[in-house]
């Protein structure tokens, strides 16, 4: 991965940043966040990959991601789950 742009956003407690990876295939979140978590030496609970894009036919992928400082400012900004109705629908 290539750094891009990283900024820090001190009033939502994140650093906002744009990367550049390249693969064969589209990468997951989850190994974006992992790969992520290595290079920045953070714990990856505190990482949301926001968007991978790329344009068609190239194996260049454009990734956004948000690493906030902590585990409560995360909790406090990013939309929880839905939670799925128990029973299905009728």
Do not use: C, W
């Amino acid at each position: 991965m290539k750094k891009i742009n990283a900024f820090k956003n001190v009033l939502l407690e994140r650093t906002e940043h744009v990367m550049h990876l390249e693969s064969d295939s589209a990468p997951s979140k989850v190994s974006v966040s992992q790969t992520l978590a290595k290079e920045l030496e953070k714990d990856e609970a505190l990482i949301v990959v926001k968007q991978i894009s790329n344009h068609f036919g190239t194996h260049d992928f454009k990734v956004r991601a948000f690493v906030y400082d902590s585990l409560e400012a995360r909790q406090k900004i990013e939309p929880k789950p839905k939670v799925k109705a128990a029973g299905g629908a009728s």
